[in-house]
């Protein structure tokens, strides 16, 4: 499968430039992935990290999902992907875990997102984050996932290069 990923622009609304940013990103960990086989995907970067390309995938669904669904879009007992008690480190582990359902999930949690996201009238939307128990703006989450991305993909750079030497994208 061939992963188009789109440069965001250099001038655009907020709104379009936050949305532009976030896929971008979304784009660069698929591309990371894109060719590698089950095996590859499971390559674990150091003892004793669980760390893995499909690790990251599957991270990715549970922080998509945790943000845009039980956040944003107030699904408070909404129960996470591959953890009922919102252990986010359970996601890396990936010894019986499916390539193709890391990658659906993954996928799906990120269409409802966009959904999510568009259905807001404005970034200016707060919303309880209850884990913590602050207030934070759709705004904040935007910036916060893109955060989430840029550092996991700085992660995958390392992990595809050790796998086969690729670099660069």
């Known amino acids: 499968m061939t992963v188009e990923r789109i440069p965001p622009p250099t001038i655009a609304d907020e709104r379009r430039m936050l949305r532009c940013h976030l896929d971008f990103h979304r784009q660069?960990?698929?591309?990371?992935c894109a060719g590698l086989s089950d095996v590859q995907l499971r390559i674990r970067s150091v003892a004793p990290s669980t760390l893995?390309?499909?690790?990251?995938?599957?991270?990715?669904?549970?922080?998509?999902?945790?943000?845009?669904?039980?956040?944003v879009g107030a699904e408070h007992d909404l129960p996470?992907?591959?953890?009922?008690?919102?252990?986010?480190?359970?996601?890396?582990?990936?010894?019986?875990?499916?390539?193709?359902?890391?990658?659906?999930?993954?996928?799906?949690?990120?269409?409802?997102?966009?959904?999510?996201?568009?259905?807001?009238?404005?970034?200016?939307?707060?919303?309880?984050e209850h884990r913590r128990g602050v207030d934070v703006s759709l705004r904040w989450v935007m910036l916060h996932m893109i955060h989430e991305y840029a550092r996991h993909n700085g992660h995958a750079d390392f992990l595809r290069e050790c796998i086969d030497g690729t670099t660069g994208v």
């Open 80 to 128: 996470l992907v591959w953890s009922e008690n919102v252990d986010f480190q359970a996601a890396y582990e990936t010894k019986d875990a499916k390539v193709s359902e890391a990658f659906a999930a993954w996928r799906a949690e990120v269409e409802h997102a966009r959904r999510v996201e568009r259905a807001a009238d404005s970034l200016e939307l707060v919303v309880r």
């Open 28 to 32: 660069t960990l698929e591309l990371k």
């Open 52 to 71: 893995s390309l499909l690790g990251l995938v599957r991270h990715m669904a549970e922080v998509e999902r945790a943000w845009f669904r039980r956040v």
